[in-house]
């Protein structure tokens, strides 16, 4: 069973710029997590989508922003970026969310130059 | 104010020793808690414990649950120096599974 997949694995990008980063979940898993991680504040939630709704959204600003598709697929978005977004970018795969296990992918690691 | 404290935040330990890690949490609902161990990127799932899970085992790994204290307790036992990474703790927030992290322990295994 393929595990969860991101991409790019890297990405660089300069201030003013935007980016989109594409996270496909484990095959029959319907909930898509985004967590940003970084050395000074660790993993912190940006949003949950739920069969292509979102349910439940982090404290980032607007510039943050992500979608799902009906294959459950998920994207992430960040315009106008900042250096701070500089961070390893996490998604998760679960089944229904909630209380069931969630399974990380690899991370695509944005530098914001 | 939902939180997870992680302790200690790092530790070295030769290898054969044991290593036991703690995580108290305070949520306004608690649901599960789970433990991962991530060594470059990706954090690995290794345990889910629930009010009904409340002592999990994995070849070396265990861990355990208090929900009256709340609190949990990782071990490790004949450490290897594969088990180094950072062990996270996390516990959802809400019913939609928004997880909220510990920030890690650090746990170097050395030969």
């Known amino acids: 069973k393929a595990g969860v997949t991101q991409t790019p694995r890297y990405l660089i990008k300069t201030r003013g710029q935007q980016v989109t980063l594409s996270c496909s979940p484990i095959?029959?898993?319907?909930?898509v997590s985004w967590y940003q991680q970084t050395p000074g504040q660790g993993l912190q939630f940006l949003f949950e989508?739920?069969?292509?709704?979102?349910?439940n959204k982090g404290n980032f600003p607007g510039r943050f922003s992500g979608r799902q598709f009906s294959n459950s697929r998920s994207e992430m978005n960040v315009s106008t970026l900042e250096l701070g977004d500089s961070a390893l970018y996490l998604c998760?795969?679960?089944?229904?969310?909630?209380?069931?296990?969630?399974?990380f992918g690899q991370g695509t690691r944005l530098t914001v130059v | 104010e939902d939180k997870v404290v992680q302790s200690p935040l790092s530790l070295v330990v030769h290898e054969g020793d044991t290593v036991t890690l703690n995580c108290s949490y305070e949520v306004t609902n608690f649901r599960s808690l789970l433990w991962y161990k991530q060594e470059k990127k990706a954090p690995t799932f290794l345990f889910m414990l629930?009010?009904?899970?409340i002592e999990k085992k994995s070849g070396r790994l265990s861990s355990i649950l208090d929900k009256k204290e709340l609190f949990s307790i990782l071990n490790i036992t004949a450490t290897q120096t594969g088990d180094s990474a950072v062990y996270l703790c996390a516990v959802p927030t809400d019913s939609w599974g928004k997880l909220q992290f510990g920030a890690g322990t650090q746990v170097v295994v050395t030969p």
């Open positions: 095959s029959g898993h319907r909930s």
């Open positions: 989508y739920f069969s292509e709704t979102q349910r």
């Open positions: 998760a795969s679960s089944l229904v969310g909630g209380i069931a296990e969630a399974f």
């Open positions: 629930t009010s009904s899970g």
